[in-house]
Nanobody, 126 residues
Framework: QVQVVESGGGSVQPGGSLTLSCRFSGYTLSDGCMGWFRQAPGKEREGIVS???????TYADSVKGRFTLYKDGDKNGVTLQMNNLGPEDTAIYYC????????????????????WGQGTQVTVSS
């Protein structure tokens, strides 16, 4: 059984930075595809980055140049470094995993993910 656990959310002022962590059990990065998503109050869930171990992270335009995904050395997790945060980044952030995705072209934020974490709150305000 795959389990996904996020951590690292919190409150920060505009222009600040936060680091989110996503750790997996029953899954490693080379098993498939993972993604980060977020949902702000009253808005639809937004995919912000997807990653297949054999490719490179793909970022949504809304976070490109500000967010960077790093894989953990043990392949059992990832770290999302978020810089230059603004109020529009306020949301609950979710990590998700989908095993058995072999090709990097098939690892996108629009695909189905079967396993989700519980989410972590990120609040950006002055």
């Amino acid at each position: 059984q795959v389990q996904v656990v996020e951590s690292g959310g919190g409150s920060v002022q505009p222009g600040g930075s936060l680091t989110l962590s996503c750790r997996f059990s029953g899954y490693t990065l080379s098993d498939g595809c993972m993604g980060w998503f977020r949902q702000a109050p009253g808005k639809e869930r937004e995919g912000i980055v997807s990653y297949n171990y054999f490719g490179k992270p793909t970022y949504a335009d809304s976070v490109k140049g500000r967010f960077t995904l790093y894989k953990d050395g043990d392949k059992n997790g990832v770290t999302l470094q978020m810089n230059n945060l603004g109020p529009e980044d306020t949301a609950i952030y979710y990590c998700a995993a989908e095993p058995d995705v072999i090709h990097s072209w098939d690892c996108t934020i629009s695909r189905t993910f079967s396993y989700w974490g519980q989410g972590t709150q990120v609040t950006v305000s002055s």
